[in-house]
Each structure stands twice: as structure tokens, then as C-alpha cells.
């Protein structure tokens, strides 16, 4: 494999790192009483989409705005039963109002579309056979103000935080 350069392991990212990432950070951003399996939850949330484009051809792109959430999955109404979709729809409003709220805000009813999450993560719980994963499901959907809060919180940090990068020189380079 060839050497990609000093950057490579400052830019390269994979799913692990990249969860590892948002857990740490968000808990950073969370009382310490928080629980550990919704704490995990979120911070898969945001690596997810992280990871994703909203310009995915093969998966269900990551939203650029509230409005595709909405058009997706509020006018269209043929996959209200769809646990898995319900939850995703979920997830979309929590990143979106959450992570991305100061962007969205100018446009969308933040108040609105975090209801609209917490109801999707009501209809998700109510549709997923697994008892374990419903009652998680639920409990988001009760405390899905607080997470949004948390996300949003999470963004602003993250963007006032100094990006520095400190490269070594590689030996014999002066």
C-alpha cells in the first residue's frame, strides 16, 4: 500500500473513529447521569450522517433540509407503518433540528419539526418487533427535546473549537 502522505491519517476517517468521534463528544455536551445506551444512540445518529452524502445514489441520502423530511416522509404517507423508516425519519429531524438547528432555524419551525421527530420515534416504537429496540425507541421519542438540544449544543461547540493541525516535518526535510 502506498504511503498517502503525511494528512492521510489527520483526514482519513472510518465508521469506528468516526462514532468514537460523536460518543465522546456528546457526552462531553450531557449531564453525567445520562444514559449510556441513548448517549450511543445519538452519537450514531450524527456519525451516520456524518458519513453520508446527501447526494447518495445507492442508500436513502442524508436530507439537506427539514423540507426534504418533510416531503419524504409526512406528505408521503405510505410508510407510516415502516418501523425502520419511521425511525429514520426520526433521525433526520433529530439531526437537522439538533446538530443543524442555527442553519435550519431561518427557515423552519424547529418547536414543529422536533414534535414531528418525537412522533416518529413513537410510531417507530410502536411498529418494531423487538421489545428491546421499541422501548429505546420510545424513550427518544420522550426525551427527544433534550437530545435535539444536545445535538444543537454539540454543533456550536464543535464549531468553536480552533482547527489546528500540527504536522511533523518527515525526516530529512527542512
Not at 414534535?115 to 420515534?121: D, K, Q, Y
Not at 422501548?135 to 444536545?150: A, D, I, K, M, V
Request: aromatic share 8%; charged share 20%; with cysteine.
Amino acid at each position: 500500500m502506498a504511503d498517502k502522505g503525511p494528512l492521510a491519517e489527520l483526514l482519513a476517517t472510518n465508521e469506528r473513529q468516526t462514532l468514537a468521534f460523536f460518543a465522546v463528544s456528546l457526552g462531553e455536551v450531557c449531564e453525567s447521569s445520562i444514559d449510556r445506551q441513548e448517549l450511543l444512540y445519538n452519537a450514531s445518529v450524527l456519525a451516520h450522517y456524518a458519513l453520508s452524502s446527501t447526494q447518495a445514489g445507492v442508500d436513502m441520502p442524508a436530507p439537506a433540509t427539514l423540507t426534504a423530511v418533510f416531503d419524504q416522509f409526512v406528505l408521503n404517507t405510505s410508510m407510516i407503518h415502516d418501523s425502520s423508516m419511521m425511525e429514520t425519519a426520526a433521525a433526520q429531524c433529530l439531526l437537522l433540528a439538533g446538530f443543524f438547528e442555527d442553519q435550519m432555524r431561518g427557515r423552519h419551525n424547529i418547536r414543529w419539526y422536533a414534535e414531528l421527530g418525537a412522533g416518529f420515534f413513537r410510531r417507530a416504537a410502536a411498529h418494531e418487533p423487538s421489545t428491546t429496540k421499541a422501548q429505546l425507541l420510545l424513550t427518544l421519542s420522550r426525551s427527544f427535546e433534550p437530545w435535539r438540544q444536545r445535538h444543537a449544543r454539540l454543533s456550536r461547540e464543535l464549531r468553536d473549537r480552533p482547527y489546528v493541525l500540527t504536522l511533523r516535518e518527515p525526516p530529512g526535510v527542512m
